[in-house]
């Protein structure tokens, strides 16, 4: 398995690690937006290909319209559109075309696009959502999150939604590495990505093309090792980076991932600071595990 080629990211520019960014906000709840570019520069700097901005990660559901806007463009004036692969999750799909046609003007190169969201949408309402999104005519990599969305883009799904020309690639979040086999059954030319990070090796190993992930927020270097190790088969390295690593990894799939993974780049030096509410910091106990297993990691040479 070798490492994704220029060229091949030219042409597949959701292909490699791509970052899912968190967003600095100052103490008053505002964005930083001179902080968020320069932390997304920092990634590209650390070997990271790409970004993903306005994910669950980049709280984009506690975002107003303009400033929502005003990260993509900020991400693209940063690093570039090649790099650039936003979230255009909406309650609806004309909200979701919306935002991918905002993400196209501003000069991305693809979009990442979740289902229907505000129910449980069945497999023909699906379909519909993402066929009128791929009208827009820019690349969508589906985001398969039942846990949130209480909507499975089981691979039979995939595999049509593939077929019929609306998404090129998945970033798969179920947690189940079984599904690497089967959606390479079905849709062998699908790019599977890897969008839990605590899962990272086992759908590298399955033949990821790429790695959506949230704690290479925090320890960027560490991460593109990681994940370029496990593209080029050097399972040694990869598992000496994986068992230190996994303790942070983890946290990933956890209804706090934001909280951690800000908490997490605060340790280390970066701009992780508050959250918007809902969401409140960490309790005590988990402040302390996380911390820990940040000291940990940057003890153990990592960054």
């Not at 906000?25 to 790409?50: N, P, Q």
């Amino acid at each position: 398995m070798s490492a994704p080629t220029t060229a091949d990211r030219t042409l597949r520019p959701w292909r490699g690690l791509m970052v899912a960014t968190t967003l600095p906000l100052r103490a008053d709840l505002s964005i930083d937006y001179d902080a968020f570019a320069e932390h997304l520069r920092e990634l590209v700097e650390a070997g990271c290909d790409g970004v993903v901005p306005n994910g669950s990660l980049g709280e984009y559901q506690t975002l107003t319209p303009e400033e929502r806007a005003r990260v993509v463009e900020v991400a693209i004036e940063a690093v570039g559109g090649d790099r650039v692969m936003p979230g255009v999750a909406a309650y609806g799909s004309t909200e979701a075309r919306r935002w991918t046609e905002q993400a196209a003007e501003a000069g991305a190169r693809a979009v990442m696009l979740l289902p229907p969201n505000a129910y449980r949408a069945d497999d023909a309402e699906v379909h519909a959502h993402y066929a009128d999104v791929a009208a827009v005519g820019l690349p969508i990599v589906a985001y398969n999150n039942p846990f949130d969305t209480r909507v499975d883009l089981s691979p039979e799904l995939l595999a049509k939604l593939h077929a019929d020309g609306h998404i090129v690639g998945v970033k798969e979040f179920s947690g189940d590495t079984r599904r690497a086999y089967r959606i390479a059954e079905l849709a062998p030319d699908l790019d599977l990505l890897a969008g839990a990070d605590d899962v990272l090796l086992e759908l590298a190993v399955g033949g990821a093309k790429g790695w959506i992930g949230g704690f290479s927020n925090v320890l960027p270097t560490a991460c593109a090792e990681l994940y370029h190790a496990t593209r080029a088969g050097d399972l040694v390295r990869a598992r000496e980076l994986y068992d230190i690593l996994h303790p942070l990894l983890r946290w990933d799939t956890r209804t706090e991932f934001v909280q951690a993974i800000k908490l997490s780049m605060d340790v280390v030096g970066k701009s992780g600071g508050p959250c918007r509410p809902p969401r409140r910091p960490l309790s005590a106990e988990a402040q302390d595990t996380v911390r820990r297993a940040t000291e940990r990691a940057v003890a153990a040479g990592l960054s």
